[in-house]
T-cell receptor
Framework: NAGVTQTPKFRVLKTGQSMTLLCAQDMNHEYMYWYRQDPGMGLRLIHYSVGEGTTAKGEVPDGYNVSRLKKQNFLLGLESAAPSQTSVYFC????????????FGQGTRLTVV | DQQVKQNSPSLSVQEGRISILNCDYTNSMFDYFLWYKKYPAEGPTFLISISSIKDKNEDGRFTVFLNKSAKHLSLHIVPSQPGDSAVYFCAAKEDAGGTSYGKLTFGQGTILTVHP
């Protein structure tokens, strides 16, 4: 049982390049989230999904897009990377939107130069 | 607008003593609160939670207290151990009704260092 797996773990991008971060969970969770962690800012919600085929904006969605074509996968895309998107990205999943905890992946460290 | 705040960026405690981490919130729609622990280069892991209908929840060395009138929660670790050294995040969930879908909002985190 792998839980939540993020790919890749590290990446360096040049300004203007695009990339996709993949999150996969094997717990049959309905809810999935993408957060970014920056020093002094904690974890901020980028986008989330409450089920296959659904997505919604979080607190800091600008510059990112997401897709949830399959229940187990949640993709985060950067169409034109900017240095301000240098961060550590975490994916999380939850069984429901009720009183349940979220399970996190190990993170992706992205540097945009 | 920071709805969940951890005003202490860091805390240093001696091994065996009590660690108290604090968290304040502003949104009265929060009905479930969680604490996460994070080691460097790893994802956050769930530690303990509390529903808004309770004022205390205990799990081994970890106890979470909730004061709804003050919109304040705290995590007590007794006794503290060097392995507890990590970043601790508090998080709050909005009522799952309406359009919030039970989103989790996190604080900035507090770095706990437990000295041997």
């Amino acid at each position: 049982n792998a839980g939540v797996t993020q790919t890749p773990k590290f990446r360096v991008l040049k300004t203007g390049q695009s990339m996709t971060l993949l999150c996969a969970q094997d717990m049959n969770h309905e809810y999935m989230y993408w957060y970014r962690q920056d020093p002094g800012m904690g974890l901020r919600l980028i986008h989330y999904s409450v089920g296959e085929g659904t997505t919604a904006k979080g607190e800091v969605p600008d510059g990112y897009n997401v897709s949830r074509l399959k229940k187990q996968n949640f993709l985060l895309g950067l169409e034109s990377a900017a240095p301000s998107q240098t961060s550590v990205y975490f994916c999380a999943s939850r069984l429901t939107g009720g009183n349940t905890e979220a399970f996190f992946g190990q993170g992706t460290r992205l540097t945009v130069v | 607008d920071q709805q969940v705040k951890q005003n202490s960026p860091s805390l240093s405690v001696q091994e065996g003593r009590i660690s108290i981490l604090n968290c304040d919130y502003t949104n009265s729609m929060f009905d479930y609160f969680l604490w996460y622990k994070k080691y460097p280069a790893e994802g956050p892991t769930f530690l303990i939670s509390i529903s808004s209908i309770k004022d205390k929840n205990e799990d081994g060395r970890f106890t979470v207290f909730l004061n709804k009138s003050a919109k304040h929660l705290s995590l007590h670790i007794v006794p503290s151990q060097p392995g507890d050294s990590a970043v601790y995040f508090c998080a709050a969930k909005e009522d799952a009704g309406g359009t919030s879908y039970g989103k989790l909002t996190f604080g900035q985190g507090t770095i706990l260092t437990v000295h041997p």
